[in-house]
């Protein structure tokens, strides 16, 4: 019996290059799925390619709106009973110009994308997760989190603020039986940043599989004494 079997997994950003690679993952491991993304449409795609006989869900969520979160929430806890997981894969990038020239929708982008989805998530399960008497939370931060970027003020702020708010959430809980953890990963090897950077060595970068792995890890009782940390994960770049 798979460690997942029958548990229940919340992942924001199901859609998404890294979110589908997670979902896989965990319904090949006999985990219940509760796939929350912007989209309907998109979500009904992922949820149509995983294996057969997997127990999901599709919740189709503005992670910026609280409200949009909490009916998320109690639908998924009304269908599968609990939440014993919740991976927040949701996010988004965007360059920017410099400080002084940034204007509002773009620092409010980052910061509502990256930010305070994780927030609005969090905020909406730990309840029901302090209620169980345990569970697992895992952010996505981003290397650029560790060291501000010239034109990526906005992005990178909106990743510190996971680590910390990851670091907090874990100091919070550390006795409530909730582990709360974050990846930094380095350039993901998707379609999008292939486009985005064709010359690149993309044998270096670090494929949504192998950042899979990590949030399993993380989510499992082989993690059981780590809470608060930051993991790197930069391929070999």
């Known amino acids: 019996m798979s ?3 029958d548990r229940v997994a919340l992942i924001t950003g199901a859609a998404g290059n890294l979110g589908s690679a997670l979902c896989t993952a965990l319904a090949g491991r ?43 929430v109690d639908a998924a806890r009304a269908h599968f009973g609990r939440i014993d997981i919740l991976a927040n894969i949701a996010g988004g990038f965007t360059m920017g110009p410099l400080l002084q020239e940034t204007d509002d929708d773009t620092w409010n ?3 509502d994308l990256n930010l305070r989805s994780v927030f609005n998530m969090c905020r909406a399960v730990l309840p029901p997760m302090l209620e169980a008497g345990g569970g697992r939370i895992v952010n996505v931060s981003a290397r650029a989190a560790l060291e501000g ?9 909106s990743k510190a603020g996971v680590i910390t708010l990851t670091e907090t959430l874990a100091a ?15 350039t993901v090897d998707t379609p999008q940043n292939r486009a985005a950077m064709p010359d ?37 770049s």
């Open 30 to 72: 006999g985990a219940r799925l509760a796939l929350v993304d912007i989209s309907g449409d998109a979500l009904a795609r992922v949820a149509a390619e995983l294996p057969a006989g997997t127990d999901a869900a599709t919740y189709a969520t503005d992670l910026t709106d609280p409200q949009s979160v909490i009916r998320t």
């Open 200 to 236: 690149a060595d993309h044998d270096t970068w670090v494929p949504p599989e192998a950042l899979a792995d990590v949030i399993l890890f993380l989510a499992s009782d082989a993690a059981r004494c780590v809470t608060g940390a930051a993991v790197p994960v930069y391929g070999r």
């Open 172 to 186: 919070e809980n550390r006795h409530n039986g909730i582990n709360v953890n974050c990846i930094l990963p380095g």
């Open 109 to 111: 982008l980052m910061m």
């Open 149 to 157: 970027k010239a034109s990526m003020g906005p992005y990178c702020a």
């Open 3 to 5: 460690e997942f079997e």
